[in-house]
């Protein structure tokens, strides 16, 4: 994706009406950040989002067909809750999983892909609603609008607005 | 794997992120932040007619992202930026997860990467 080179910086794209994309660069071969992704040992370490966040549960059979949970606790004792099933896998390069927060939210179809330059690795996410009913589903909550449609081009809104 | 926790949805998000996904109306938005205007002076930056820079502010207005005066005969627009603030919210929260993660992770790697060299490469 272009624009995407640089390390420390995340890019996020929409590149179709179902898809958000994020991309970042991480400087180290990518057996170790496809290690740093799937293996349950070391996803807690980092899969945390903002401060004030742990990973208690971590559960990775990475094989097609096999699940996959997370569990995440914040400091006050909130609890969110993530799973999904792996469709593809295939190391060091793609790993594909369905994801879902939970049974009112739309299944998401996720894939990852490492690509490896000169020691470094380039890192991109897509989510994709994978179906019409998926999408119908998102509609009725309101995730698929703001998954496809606000996400990126609301920048250049905000940006005008601040 | 994990977006940050979405909010729950509202309706009003939907709405705003419907009304948000197309250009003209994000344009129109745009200009209100400049100050009201008329749908003439909305219409005028665009090859359109005016039913259908109505049709767009209508789609606005049900979304709560702009209000019609009601007093003047030419009904000025100004812009809510109420729902947006919601919007922005959702959206940075999203970004906060993985620029928090990402970050997260490029020290970790680096402490991978230090173990190996100390220790040989392992598989």
Redesign the interface.
């Known amino acids: 994706m272009a624009g995407a080179g640089r390390s420390g910086v995340t890019t996020y794209a929409t590149p179709s009406d179902l898809e958000v994309q994020i991309t970042r660069v991480v400087d180290a071969p990518r057996r170790l950040v496809f290690d740093a992704w799937t293996n349950p040992r070391h996803v807690p370490q980092w899969l945390l989002g903002p401060p004030g966040w742990t990973m208690p549960v971590c559960e990775i059979d990475l094989k097609v067909g096999g699940a996959w949970r997370y569990v995440w606790r914040k400091s006050d004792g909130t609890e969110m809750a993530m799973a999904g099933t792996y469709r593809e896998v295939k190391p060091p390069e793609r790993v594909v999983w369905t994801e879902r927060w939970g049974p009112e939210w739309p299944e998401t179809m996720n894939t990852i892909a490492f690509a490896e330059t000169g020691g470094r690795t380039t890192v991109t996410m897509t989510i994709k609603y994978p179906s019409r009913e998926a999408r119908d589903a998102a509609l009725q909550t309101g995730m698929k609008e703001g998954m496809d449609a606000g996400f990126a081009r609301l920048d250049e809104l905000l940006r005008t607005l601040s | ?6 909010p729950r ?3 009003r ?2 709405a ?3 009304a ?2 197309d250009p003209t109306r ?1 344009a129109i ?2 200009r209100l ?1 400049t100050g009201e205007a008329s749908v003439l002076e909305l219409a005028e930056p665009f090859s359109m007619t005016l039913p259908a820079v109505s049709k767009h502010l209508k789609v606005l207005e049900r979304a709560g992202l702009i209000a019609r005066s009601r007093r003047a005969q030419w009904r000025p627009c100004r812009l809510d ?1 109420e729902p ?1 603030k919601e ?2 919210e ?2 940075g929260e ?9 970050e ?7 402490q ?2 230090d173990e ?1 060299k100390s220790h040989g490469r392992r ?1």
């Open positions: 794997m994990p977006v940050a926790a979405p949805p509202s309706d998000l939907d705003t992120f419907s948000l996904a994000r938005l745009a932040t930026a947006l919007v922005a959702w959206a999203f970004r906060r997860f993985w620029d928090a993660s990402y997260r992770l490029d020290t970790y790697l680096q991978l990467k190996e598989r």
